[in-house]
Nanobody, 115 residues
């Protein structure tokens, strides 16, 4: 089970830090798995935003490069997404999953950027 948290309402230019805990993954499965954050804006398909491998290699969609930072804490089976200089276009529901999207999706966390 994936549990996302940390979303909220923020003004443009603000910051949020999202967390995702993979509650039911065992550590030996979580650690070698590339994890990712996705987002779904209203009326749009879910898109990949950022990923982080077991060796902590990161990748980002162009629109968030330089503003978002993905990280992971294997001991806590948790993935984070630090989002700075948020823009209106970042509004949406944020989800985490593996890069293969092979886990049941969690409820996501809503990020709303105003102004």
């Amino acid at each position: 089970q994936l549990v996302e948290s940390g979303g909220g309402l923020v003004q443009a230019g603000g910051s949020l830090r999202l967390s995702c805990k993979a509650q039911r993954m065992i550590t030996s499965t979580f650690n070698p798995t590339t994890m990712a954050w996705y987002r779904q804006a209203p009326g749009k398909q879910r898109e990949l935003v950022a990923s982080i491998s077991s060796t902590k290699t990161t990748n980002y969609v162009d629109s968030v490069k330089g503003r978002f930072a993905i990280s992971r804490d294997n001991a806590r089976k948790t993935v984070y997404l630090q989002m700075d200089n948020l823009q209106f276009e970042d509004t949406g529901v944020y989800y985490c999953n593996t890069i293969a999207r092979n886990l049941e999706w969690g409820q996501g966390t809503q990020v709303t950027v105003s102004g």
